[in-house]
């Protein structure tokens, strides 16, 4: 089982930038795909990005160019670096993982294990 815990949301102004945070703990290995998913009002839950054990990445096309997903030296503490932020990423974003080193598509079903969520707020 793996605990999740993000970090890092708040209220930026339109184009500026923002770092999540997302430490786990609770497992023996580090076999996991990690990943950020976000979600507005009613929206449906939106998958943004994932990264693997040996680091390669996913982004849905929306933030491709404008938010990296990297790992710590330790493999457990996921960030993501979200710059050029519009009014549209507002939402709370949440960490999730899978017990899988290929990562499965963006789908939130994909994904047995979620953090709380951080708020996100980019004004206009």
């Known amino acids: 089982q793996a605990q999740l815990v993000a970090s890092g949301g708040g209220s930026v102004q339109a184009g500026g930038s923002l770092k999540l945070s997302c430490a786990a703990s609770?497992?023996?290995?580090?076999?996991?795909?990690m990943a950020w998913f976000r979600q507005d009002s009613d929206q449906a839950r939106e998958g943004v990005a994932s990264?693997?054990?040996?680091?390669?990445?996913n982004y849905t096309d929306s933030v491709k160019g404008r938010f990296t997903l990297f790992k710590s030296n330790r493999q457990r503490t996921v960030y993501l670096q979200m710059n050029s932020l519009k009014p549209e990423d507002t939402g709370i974003y949440y960490c999730?993982?899978?017990?899988?080193?290929?990562?499965?598509?963006?789908?939130?079903?994909?994904?047995?294990?979620w953090g709380q969520g951080t708020q996100v707020t980019v004004n206009a």
């Open positions: 999730a993982a899978v017990l899988s080193n290929r990562c499965p598509p963006l789908e939130a079903r994909q994904f047995p294990f």
């Open positions: 990264i693997n054990l040996s680091g390669w990445t």
């Open positions: 609770g497992y023996t290995d580090s076999v996991y795909c």
